[in-house]
Structure formats: structure tokens, C-alpha cells
């Protein structure tokens, strides 16, 4: 009885460390998502990009 209910809680963390991993990429690989998660953070992200572009 313990050692399926073993497996099937390594099993779901498995299935949750894909679902992030997976998920993260996608996330991570569009560059607004990340301009827009760096502004989040910082907000003098913004005048600190324009400033870096002049």
C-alpha cells in the first residue's frame, strides 16, 4: 500500500516538474514576455532601456 502510493506521488511530481520546465520555455522564449517580466521587477527598467538606446 506505501509503495504505490510512493510511485504515484514521484509520478505526479514528475508530471509537475515537466509541466513547469515545459511552460517555462514557452514563457521564457518570447522576448516581450521577458522585456515585460524585467520592467515588472524593475521599475526603472523602462527609462533605464531608453537611456541604454540613446
Known amino acids: 500500500m506505501k509503495k504505490s ?4 506521488n514521484i509520478l505526479l511530481v514528475v508530471i ?3 509541466l513547469v ?3 517555462g520555455n514557452i514563457y521564457f522564449s518570447n522576448p516581450d ?5 524585467e520592467v515588472g521587477n524593475n521599475p526603472q527598467g ?4 531608453q537611456e541604454s538606446n540613446n
Open 5 to 8: 502510493f510512493r510511485s504515484k
Open 16 to 18: 509537475l516538474a515537466l
Open 46 to 49: 523602462i527609462m533605464s532601456i
Open 33 to 37: 514576455n521577458l522585456a515585460r517580466l
Open 21 to 23: 520546465f515545459v511552460g
